[in-house]
């Protein structure tokens, strides 16, 4: 496969607010500049969605100073890019054979909207079944909640997975906000879930899915699934 031709869709959040709490959420800028940056400079084609489509929440947390990386700092200075994610496409208008493999980057808002979004969630069992690689960082990983195999199976059963971890969740107070918990949910759909130091990079890669930790994992997930896309 010719890297230049590669197409991934990354697929956002629609969702900005934080359970009932007045506070906003979104997505986390660094899990999606991270891995938009190491896709794009390789060469491959990114298309960004969102199940609203135009411009997906950012979670305002994370633009502040302490957690800013080269990542986002570029994407700050990029118009371009910020022009492009203002009008992500709608994700109902996506078309699967259009992409060679998918991303989720995470942040807390795809635990309300896109764990339960029938079009997200058809739109994963189609590149599995078609074999595409599926990759998803942070909170992202909990899109797989209700994400079966062509056997009907849950797609992280039995399947080397990580995810925002229990300890990272409390970590940031939000063990009781949060609509269910990454870790256990992914354990309790017979996931084989590992984790790696809170907050360091940890990936994971069993076949066709990638999964990572936290913002720290963003960037190694997209050097993962561009590995898997290059072979």
């Known amino acids: 496969m010719e890297k230049e031709n590669l197409k991934v869709l990354v697929v956002l959040t629609s969702h900005d607010?934080?359970?009932?709490t007045g506070n906003k959420t979104g997505f986390w800028v660094e899990e999606f500049a991270a891995p938009y940056?190491?896709?794009a400079d390789a060469g491959v084609d990114v298309t960004i969605a969102s199940p609203k489509g135009g411009q997906p929440p950012i979670d305002p947390k994370s633009a502040l100073?302490?957690?800013?990386t080269e990542a986002t700092k570029r994407f700050d200075e990029d118009k371009?890019?910020?022009?492009?994610?203002?009008?992500?496409?709608?994700?109902?208008?996506?078309?699967e054979q259009d992409y060679d493999a998918i991303f989720y980057p995470g942040g807390h808002g795809p635990l309300w909207d896109l764990a339960n979004d029938k079009t997200s969630i058809t739109l994963i069992e189609d590149f599995w079944k078609n074999n595409k690689p599926?990759?998803?960082?942070?909170?992202?990983?909990?899109?797989?909640?209700f994400v079966k195999d062509s056997d009907g199976i849950p797609l992280v059963k039995g399947k080397k997975v990580t995810g925002f971890s229990n300890s990272e969740e409390e970590a940031v107070q939000l063990t009781d906000v949060v609509p269910f918990l990454v870790e256990d949910e992914l354990i309790k759909l017979g996931g084989d879930y590992s984790k790696g130091e809170d907050w360091g990079s940890y990936v994971l890669k069993d076949g066709n899915l990638i999964t990572g930790q936290n913002p720290g994992?963003?960037?190694?997930?997209?050097?993962?699934?561009?590995?898997?896309l290059s072979k």
Not at 65 to 68: A, D, L, Y
Not at 134 to 145: D, M, S
Request: net charge negative; with cysteine.
């Open 37 to 39: 940056y190491v896709m």
């Open 80 to 95: 371009e890019l910020q022009a492009k994610l203002a009008n992500s496409m709608i994700l109902s208008e996506v078309d």
């Open 65 to 68: 100073p302490e957690f800013q």
């Open 17 to 20: 607010q934080l359970g009932d």
């Open 217 to 228: 994992s963003s960037e190694e997930t997209a050097k993962e699934l561009l590995a898997l």
């Open 134 to 145: 599926v990759a998803a960082v942070c909170h992202a990983p909990g899109v797989f909640r």
